[in-house]
């Protein structure tokens, strides 16, 4: 175990630059997971992490030992605590985190399985939610067309709370490069719906593209698709959340499946 305690430290500089900047992520290809939860649920999905970083008190916490206890020694850092509060990014929580290498997703020749395309959606919170959506209801592929949020960043992670570590993440996607893969119907939500979402049949596998939160899915993306659908609310409010609304949808489909 190291025991970093110069702000000097060239592993300590590292560790500052993965939680201040995307943009350091994104050149390191590593990612950086806050606090027990995420890094338990890395653990049991991926394995080792490069790096586990403690501070000095919270080394002896009593949820933090258990885990420690999985992780190889020589990749734990136990951090002074000044320096963590340094690089903490959550207020009042225990000083633990993960550093891994960013999982890099593939793109399937054929596509033939459930999948999500995320045209444009740029709040990092709805692109977490939406991720922890899909993968809880068994979607096995999530591709992010250039213009969304980063998977990997921070507010993504703890929004998707795990569940990046369960689907094929494949960022930057165009249109040209996904569209002669996909061997399945792609649907969408549109307010000028051909059909409700519940009187769609949804028992085969379907592509679901969901659009930016202001613009909706793209002309482009639009075009490709074989039905919009809607989802009714007599509550009369103007629209849904983009994160609530494609679970609704999905979990229809999970509805639609079950046996019986």
Known sequence: MKHVTSRDNALFKHLKALTGSTHARRKAGQS???????????????????????????YDHAEVAPLLRQIAPERVVLLAD?????????????????????????????????CIILDGVQDAGNVGSILRSAAAAGIGHAFLVTGSAFAWSTKTLRAAMGANFHLNIVEHCTLDMLAPRLAVPLLATSSHAQAAVFDTDLRGPVGWVVGNEGAGVSPEWMARVSRTVGIPQPGGLESLNVAAATAICLFEAVRQRRPG
């Not at 997971?33 to 403690?54: K, R, S």
């Open 32 to 58: 950086v997971l806050d606090g027990v939860h995420l890094a338990q649920a890395y653990l049991d999905a991926l394995g080792q992490p490069v790096q586990c970083v403690v501070s000095e008190r919270h």
């Open 82 to 114: 000044a320096l963590f509060d340094l690089i903490a990014g959550v207020v009042n929580g225990i000083d633990l985190m993960l550093v891994i290498e960013t999982p890099s997703g593939h793109l399937p020749s054929h596509i033939d399985t459930d």
